[in-house]
Nanobody, 119 residues
Framework: VQLQASGGGLVQLGGSLRLSCVVS????????MGWYRQALGQEREVVAV???????NYVDSVIGRFTISRDNDKNTVYLQMNSLKPEDTAVYYC??????????????WGQGTQVTVSS
C-alpha cells in the first residue's frame, strides 16, 4: 500500500491550496483518512480527519478555513485550505487506515508535502 500526496507549494497570506492524497495497492477497504502537519521544530499534529462515512473533525485552528473530503471510488482524500496564514507553514502528511486484501489492517503515511505561507 502506498500513499502519494501532492498539491503543496508556496502561497501568500490569505491564499489557498488544495492537497490530494491517493491510496494505492492491494486494498480491500480504506477506513479513516486524514491530514497531519509538522512545523519545523515542532511535533506532528492532526489537522483534519474523515471517516469512511464522511464524518469530519478538525483542529480548532483550521475550523472555518480548511475542508477535508474524500472520494471513496478513487481512494483519495483532499484538504482544501483557504485563508492560509504563516502559522500553517509545515510539512503536511496524509494518513490512511487500510484493510488490505487478506483482511490485514494497518495505518499508512504519505511522504509529506511542504506548504509555505509567506506574509
Amino acid at each position: 500500500v502506498q500513499l502519494q500526496a501532492s498539491g503543496g507549494g508556496l502561497v501568500q497570506l490569505g491564499g489557498s491550496l488544495r492537497l490530494s492524497c491517493v491510496v494505492s495497492g492491494s486494498i480491500l477497504l480504506v477506513n479513516g483518512m486524514g491530514w497531519y502537519r509538522q512545523a519545523l521544530g515542532q511535533e506532528r499534529e492532526v489537522v483534519a480527519v474523515i471517516s469512511n462515512r464522511g464524518t469530519t473533525n478538525y483542529v480548532d485552528s483550521v475550523i472555518g478555513r480548511f475542508t477535508i473530503s474524500r472520494d471513496n471510488d478513487k481512494n483519495t482524500v483532499y484538504l482544501q485550505m483557504n485563508s492560509l496564514k504563516p502559522e500553517d507553514t509545515a510539512v503536511y502528511y496524509c494518513y490512511a487506515d487500510v484493510v488490505r486484501t487478506g483482511y490485514a489492517r494497518d495505518q499508512y503515511w504519505g511522504q509529506g508535502t511542504q506548504v509555505t505561507v509567506s506574509s
